[in-house]
């Protein structure tokens, strides 16, 4: 007998953009799930753990930034 369908097909939740995805990358050590549509020997189409990480580092940066300010505010 043969199965035509052998392979599971396996979505999840993207945990930046939200969308449902086949071609996916797991983080570590947060286990979530992003998608990732990388062609070997081009640039990435669609990285969103690259985008998801960005973005956190820049949240981080602002809040830095803002706590800055505040201690300032104090000091006058
Ligand atoms: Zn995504």
Do not use: W
Not at 22 to 48: A, M, Q
């Amino acid at each position: 007998m043969r199965r035509t369908k052998s392979k599971i097909q396996v979505q999840v939740d993207c945990a930046y953009c939200g969308s449902k995805t086949e071609t996916f990358v797991s983080s570590y050590p947060d286990y979530l799930n992003f998608c990732r549509i990388h062609t070997p020997g081009k640039e990435p189409e669609k990285d969103c753990m690259t985008d998801y990480y960005k973005e956190k580092k820049n949240v981080q940066k602002k809040e830095k930034v803002k706590s800055l300010f505040s201690q300032k505010e104090i000091s006058f």
